[in-house]
């Protein structure tokens, strides 16, 4: 047996190693290859093309590369928080003028989108009101993250102007988000705001070729990117592979390469026993959080003791220990990505309902509450989405927490599509799996999600007093201030109204092929994913 | 030659029609069916498992218990546990509940209305009879598990909807079957003069011709409960079956065989024996089953 723990232990040094040396060795000193298709695995389904209204992996992986964005992170350092870089502006980054209430972005010449047509200011703008000032009936999932923007403008051709209603410190951010892909104004004029749902005109480094829906999408290189020498490769095909098991072997097989989301400590320990040297790990802290969204539109989940009580029940620091051997989850935490300065403190966290560590006190005070409100051994709807990963593993572990307090709960789990049709348009359910997962680390405007009124919020409540707080927050300028502030929405939002409840963060784990170079692992499985820095060492 | 005196007298009536003792009857079918007997005894093992789940065993199927997860078949847990700590054997143990709940459901009553609308189909003829059997080719022309996974993507996953989904394609395949005995009793004698009678066609279906069509009937049900226990496992593999955490094969083989199939391979190798165990079972009693009902068959 101890053989065994010895060799296992000397495979996973060998992959760290690997991996340190490959995060060394990535940059741009080595002789970078051109050439080559990157073939990738993605776990889930795209139930649109359009950025600006989906949340999901499933349509990042595979359509980000066909587009560019106003700024983005650095792809040499995507783990800061604060490293932006331009991508179809110009120069560095602005800084706010007028107090901090005003960016001037200059926007590149020469840019040209895939169909021939020339990008000007005009194209950012009609981009940034389709996220920020959609029209009625037209979703967008980051709305909330731009609460401090006043107006965009286009003084001329290849100037952009933000005006803010106060400054912000999370403005900067928000604009580096993923999904706020540029489009063309003649396609929203001509085509209305559904046309990205099917169809792809970009001007990032990848032209589209094919989607196979259920099965690929296949990008090649554009030849006229506006980043001089980029892309290296010469195309991509994402493979769509929605069980774990096939996107393991597919890797292991070298029918991909990467996957980008991330795989299990299992699945990487058999990686990495299998092939050795062939695969490289990279590591990195999540910026994602599972929750449950109990529908607030439904009773009696909209009785505050049964929303205590579902809290009450759930175990976070003993599944935090074991669900990490077998998920992709790790941390307990509250609102704010654990690691933050903004991030509660374990002495704080324990003084939120259903963070405390006495698991039979909390129990029991959750079958009184239950009692209290009339809801023992309530039977319950528990949507969940057909992911292996972290979903279904997390969905069963809170099935049985909840079943520890006499509920009786039926897991009802469906492929992507329905399922997000279930949580967003349908609502038909009592309690759903939901997720906040953001790109860039961005506190104050990740933690919109818990605002009834934000576009990616689906537990039908409003709740004005949090909303007051987080206005307050986004105009709080020390970070002292933002901590005390983000403290109150927390305990509002978690502990006296419990509008959610978080599980777990995730954590990431990327075995990939170790001749894939030029990407660095970053805490969101959403950033870094043009794959214009990525080149095959073969 | 014989002669049948044409009558008997009461004790030599009895005598006749005497059932021999229950237990030389089951060591003289035993003799002359062996793989049956076997396949019986899996199936007799099966119901005895379902029936009894609550005694069997001590664990709760579906209660985590972390500390133990991924233990390796010990004398505590003789098949080991799965990623949750649970005992592998009690999940089989419930499992063949779910696996016969839904295999005897779907069996009978796919059997049942197929019975039923394959002799009425026999019974009336002409066009009534062409029209269904073309609406039973069209069922017939998709492959069991697709009609299946089209129908629960309807309808959504769950027990329910499972038994749903297996038992539609089942009925045109039982009343084709059924369908052909029956067209051959409706030609004979007795029909005709239950007809002459004034018996109606409920009465004729159902108390004439339906009793003389059992044993192919008895044949379909006994080869449908095996093939609906390998559907509803397929259906549970797919994510589109029965959910966690309820105990159902299908749905350990799928939690087991993608990630712990290296480091833990008892956690998809049991209940992969199990459905191996329980289908092969049914198929040998339901051969056995044709063979006795229908001596005809056992030379081809």
């Known amino acids: 047996m101890r053989n065994v723990y010895s060799k296992l232990a000397l495979s996973l040094a060998l992959g760290a190693g690997f991996a340190l040396g490959a995060v060394g060795t990535a940059g741009p000193a080595h002789a970078i290859k051109k050439g080559g298709i990157l073939n990738f695995v993605v776990g889930s389904k795209i139930p649109s093309y ?39 502006c110009e120069g560095a980054v602005p800084k706010g003028t007028d107090g901090g209430k005003t960016f001037t972005f200059k926007i590149r010449k020469g840019v040209l989108f895939h169909n021939g047509e020339k990008l000007t200011a005009a194209d950012i703008v009609a981009t940034y009101k389709k996220i920020i000032f959609p029209p009625e009936g037209v979703p967008s999932a980051r709305k909330a993250f731009f609460k401090m923007v006043d107006s965009v403008t286009a003084p001329d051709d290849f100037t952009v102007v933000f005006k ?84 393991l072997q597919a890797i292991r097989g070298d029918r991909a390469a990467i996957e980008f989301r991330g795989f299990p400590p299992k699945a990487r320990d058999d990686l990495v026993k299998a092939l050795g040297d062939k695969i490289t790990v990279q590591e990195s802290d999540w910026n994602c959080a599972l929750f449950y969204t109990p529908n607030q539109g439904r009773k009696p989940f909209n009785d505050v003791r049964v929303k205590k009580a579902l809290s009450l029940a759930v175990d976070r620091w003993g599944g935090a220990k074991y669900l990490s051997r077998i998920a992709i989850v790790k941390t307990v935490g509250g609102v704010v990505f654990p690691k933050h300065p903004l991030a509660a403190t374990k002495a704080e966290l324990l003084k939120l309902t259903g963070y405390a ?100 919020n689906y537990g039908s409540y409003e709740d004005q007093t949090l909303e007051d707080i987080y206005d307050k927050l986004l105009r709080a300028a020390k970070e002292s201030d933002q901590r005390v502030l983000m403290r109150e929405f927390e305990t509002r939002a978690l502990s006296d109204q419990v509008h959610m409840g978080i599980t777990l963060w995730w954590y990431k784990i990327n075995p990939h092929r170790s001749y894939v170079k030029g990407w660095k692992i970053a805490p969101s499985h959403y950033l870094n994913q043009s794959l214009d820095q990525i080149w095959l060492d073969k | 030659m014989a002669v049948i005196s044409e009558s008997l007298a009461e004790g030599e009536y009895e005598e006749l029609v005497q059932t021999k003792p229950w237990l030389e009857v089951t060591v003289g079918l035993t ?36 500390e133990f997860m991924l233990t390796a078949p010990n004398l505590e847990y003789w098949m080991g546990t799965d990623q949750f700590g649970r005992d592998i054997l009690t999940r089989l143990i419930y499992g063949s509940r779910t ?12 059997a049942i209305v197929g019975l039923v609308l394959g002799v009425a189909s026999a019974y009336f003829g002409g066009r009534f009879d062409l029209i269904f059997q073309r609406v039973m080719d069209v069922f017939m022309a998709f492959p069991l598990i697709i009609t299946a996974m089209a129908i629960v993507s309807i309808f959504g996953t769950g027990t329910q909807n499972v038994i749903i989904a297996i038992t539609i394609p089942f009925i045109p395949r039982c009343a084709r079957v059924v369908r052909s005995s029956a067209l051959a009793i409706r030609e004979i004698p007795y029909v005709d003069a239950a007809r002459a009678l004034g018996y109606t066609h409920t009465r004729i279906i159902l108390r004439h011709m339906t009793p003389n069509v059992m044993a192919p009937f008895l044949i379909m049900i006994s080869a449908f409960v095996g093939q609906a226990i390998l559907l509803e496992a397929s259906l549970s593999y797919l994510g589109l079956g029965v959910q966690e955490p309820t105990p159902a094969w299908g749905l350990m083989l799928q939690g087991g065989a993608e990630e712990y199939a290296e480091s833990a391979p008892w956690v998809a190798i049991w209940p992969g024996v199990a459905i191996s165990l329980a289908v092969f ?20």
């Not at chain 1, 990008?219 to 290296?232: E, F, N, S, V, W």
């Not at chain 2, 056995?288 to 081809?300: C, E, F, I, M, T």
């Open chain 1, 50 to 88: 359009d950025l600006h209204r989906e949340t999901t992996f499933g349509v990042i992986h595979p359509i980000r590369p066909f587009y560019s964005l106003l700024i983005r992170i650095n792809p040499d350092n995507p783990s800061s928080p604060t490293d932006f870089i331009c991508d179809l």
């Open chain 1, 164 to 247: 803010l209603k106060f400054p912000s410190g999370s403005f900067i951010p928000a604009v580096a988000t993923p999904f706020n892909i540029v489009v063309s104004k003649q396609d929203l004029d001509k085509h209305g705001y559904n046309w990205h749902k099917k169809n792809i005109n970009g001007t990032g480094a990848f032209s589209f070729v094919q989607h196979q829906p259920g099965s690929f999408v296949e990008g090649k290189r554009y030849d006229r990117y506006h980043h001089a020498g980029k892309p290296y490769l010469d195309g991509f095909k994402a493979i769509a592979a929605p069980k774990m098991a096939i996107r």
């Open chain 1, 357 to 456: 560590t006495d698991m039979k006190a909390n129990r029991a005070q959750a079958k009184k509450l239950l009692a209290e409100a009339g809801a023992s051994g309530l039977k319950i709807d528990f949507s969940n989405r057909g992911v292996d990963q972290p979903y279904k593993v997390v969905g069963t572990w809170l099935v049985g927490q909840w079943k520890k307090i006499g509920l009786e709960v039926k897991q009802r789990v469906q492929p992507s599509g329905p399922f997000y049709a279930t949580l967003r348009k349908s609502k038909d359910f009592d309690i759903s799996i939901d997720f906040n997962c953001q790109s860039v680390i961005n506190p104050i405007a990740d933690v919109t999600k818990f605002l009834g009124s934000a576009g990616n």
């Open chain 2, 31 to 66: 003799r002359q069916y062996p793989l049956g007997a076997f396949g019986g005894v899996i199936v007799v093992v099966m119901i005895f498992m379902a029936v009894f789940a609550d005694v069997l065993t001590p664990y709760d199927p579906e209660e985590n218990a972390f």
């Open chain 2, 99 to 110: 696996a016969l709940f839904v295999g005897f459901s779907c069996a009978f009553i796919g």
């Open chain 2, 281 to 300: 079972g049914f198929n040998l009693f339901g051969d056995a089953l044709r063979d006795a009902l229908d001596p005809k068959l056992r030379s081809l």
